[in-house]
């Protein structure tokens, strides 16, 4: 039976590599970029396509290991590792892009949504093996 919190990991990643493939139409690339250097456009680009490859390993890796993700050291390492990556997104927003907008606070939540989804698996993996 496939684990709740993971199957809504997965989903979370999922959703947004879908969100990050859209960048080139929500964003005009690479027209909008077209003001910046060629290294500037390609490091922007490079970086979405990435994000989106992780993202989709995220989702790959939560639907095909959740027995390992849950019992062992590297999956609690993996889990640890996705909170503090989403924690660290949720600062870098605050710190890079203050913006008073509806969108921009949405991601705000979705970044969140990101430390409590992978969080609580975590959490519970460390009170199964005594910890807390």
Do not use: K, Y
């Given at each position: 039976m ?118 609580v ?10 910890f807390?």
């Amino acid at each position: 039976m496939q684990d709740p919190w993971l199957l809504a990991c997965a989903l979370h990643s999922l959703l947004l590599a879908a969100f990050h493939a859209c960048f080139w139409r929500l964003f005009d690339w690479p027209r909008s970029l077209a003001a910046t250097s060629l290294a500037n456009r390609a490091i922007v680009q490079i970086a979405n396509l990435r994000l989106i490859w992780f993202f989709l390993g995220v989702t790959a890796a939560c639907l095909a290991f959740p027995e390992e993700i849950r019992g062992s050291v590297p999956g609690r390492a993996f889990l640890g590792f996705m909170v503090v990556f989403w924690l660290g997104r949720t600062i870098e927003q605050w710190l890079f892009l203050r913006v008073r907008h509806a969108g921009v606070q949405a991601l705000t939540l979705v970044f969140v949504l990101g430390c409590v989804l992978f969080g609580v698996p975590l959490l519970q993996s460390l009170q199964a093996v005594g910890f807390g």
